[in-house]
C-alpha cells in the first residue's frame, strides 16, 4: 500500500468512526435490537414467559423492573442458554449472539457498547472493500471504494446498530478477498479460508447462503472448462456448509419450528415487487423510499437516467476487467434476485425491507469504488459535491430516523405524565414490544401484557383498584402496522371509570393516556 493511500485510509476510517459513533447510545434501541439483548444475555425465554402470562385469566402484571433485568448481563446465564434460546424462541442462527454475549461481559451491556461491536465490523469493512477493490480493479479504485464505505448511508447506518449487518458485511468481504486471492495465486490456504468465513457468515445469518450462490454462480461460468479449479472451488464450496451442519443437527434434534420466520410473507402486490427489486440501489444512498405515487415516479425516473449516463462508466469496467466486473455483477444479481423470487413466490416483502438488502451489497462496494474513480477523473467538482452530499447525508441519519418501533420518546412522555401517581402500562403482548417499552420506563411503573380483547377487559378491571393511570401503547411495523398492533389494543375506551386525556406518537409507537 502507497504512503499517501495508508494516509487517505487513515483519514476515511477517521471520517467513519465520527460519522458511526455521532450520537450511537442517544438514539433509541427498536424492537428488532431488544431482540439482541435478551437474546444474547440468555433471556431468550423472555418471550415465552410473557406468553405464558398472557394465558393467565385476569392477566398478571410487574414493574418495569421485572423486565428490565431480562436484558441485562447475568453471569448465572451460559453460552447453553443463549444457543438454547434462539432454537426455541427465535429464527436465527447462533454466531453473532455468541459473539455478543462474549462481547457485553468483557465491555458491559450499555446501548453505546453493544452497537459499537456493529461499529468496529463496518470500520474493518472499510479496510476490506480497499483490500478487495485493489484485486479487482488496482490501487485507485480501491482508495475510492474505501470512501464509498466510509460515508455510505447504508453502510454507516447498519454499522450502528445493535444487529449482525455489518458483521455479514464484513465476512463477506472477507470471503470474496480469499477467493480472489485463490483465483490469482491459486493456494489451497486461500480456498480454506473462504470456505471458513463463508461457515461463520452462514452460522451469522440463513440469508448469506444468497452470497454463496452467487460465488458458485460466477465460478461455475468462469472455470466450466478448467476442471481442476472448478473441482477445488466445488469442494470449498460444500465444506462452507460443515460449520452448518451440527447446528441444523441440534435444531432438529430439539423440533425446532420454522413458522416463527413466516411473518415477513403473506403480503400480495405483484407491482409494489417489481418497484422495490428497480429500486433497490438508490436505497444504499437514500434508505428510506419516498411516499406516494408521484415520488415514486421520480425517483424511478432518476434512476433511469442516472442508468443511461452511467453506461459509459460500466462499458469502460467491462472491456478493462470484463472477468472482474462481471464478478460484481453476479454478487449483486444473484442475492437481490433471489429475494425478489421469494417474495414473488412466496409473497413476502424482503426487498421491502432495506437490511436485507446487504446480500447484494456487497457486489456493489468495488463497482461503487470504480465509478467514483471514473467520476473524480471526469469533473473533481461533481465528485466533491457528491461525497459532501453522502457525508452530510449520512451524519443527518445517523441522529435520529428509526428503522422499527423505537419506544424511548414514547416512555418518557410515559415516566413524565405518571410522577407523583400510580400508573401502569398495558400493550399487545406480541414479539419483544413489553421489552422494548419497559427498557426505558421507570421500574415502580406496573407493566401488563395482554393477548386479546376479553384480557384487555380483564386487566383494566385488575388495574383499576390499584392504579390512577393507564397507559394503553401501541407500537407499528413499518411494513406491516397490524403485525405488532392489533385491532383489539386500538380502543379508545376502556370504561372503569377512566377516561382518554392525552396521547402522543413517535417513531412508531403511540401511547394513549387514561386518568382516573
Known sequence: MKKIHIFFIFMLFTLALLLRINGLSGRSLWTDEFFTFFQSTGHGEAQKQMNLLS???????????FYKQMLHNDPSKTISDVTL???REDTHPPFYFWTI??????????????????????????????KVTKLLFGDAAAVFSALFMSVCPFAVIYSREARHYSLIALLA????????????????????????FNSIALLTHYFYFFIILGQLAYFMLIYRKDKYLLDKFLLSFFCSFLLLAPWFNLVASHGYNFYLASWPFGYFGFFDKIYYFLIAVSRYIFIFEPRGMVMR???????FALACRGRPVFKEAVSRYRRETLFCCILFLVPISAMFIIDIVQHGVLLQQERFLVFPFIGLIPLSGYFLRYLFRRSKIIFLLFFMFLAVYSFIISIDPQFGPAPKRVAEWINSSSQGCRAAVIMGNIR??????????????????????DQLVEGVKVLSHSVDKIFIVRHFNRTDPKFVDPDFIKTEDINSGFKLTRSMQSSYVKGLEFTR
Open 85 to 87: 434460546s434462539l432454537i
Open 101 to 130: 454475549y462474549f462481547w457485553i461481559r468483557l465491555f458491559g451491556d450499555s446501548i453505546f457498547a453493544v452497537r459499537f461491536f456493529s461499529v468496529l465490523m463496518g470500520l474493518f469493512s472499510v479496510l476490506m472493500a480497499y
Open 297 to 303: 415516479g421520480l425517483l424511478l425516473a432518476g434512476i
Open 173 to 196: 468481504l472477507v470471503s470474496w478477498f480469499f477467493l480472489l486471492r485463490f483465483e490469482r495465486k491459486k493456494r489451497n490456504a486461500d480456498l480454506v479460508c473462504a470456505a471458513l
Open 55 to 65: 394465558e393467565i385469566t385476569p392477566p398478571k402484571y410487574f414493574n418495569a423492573g
Open 432 to 453: 419483544s414490544v413489553v421489552l422494548a417499552q419497559a427498557y426505558y420506563m421507570d421500574e415502580d411503573i406496573l407493566i401488563m401484557p395482554v393477548a386479546d380483547t
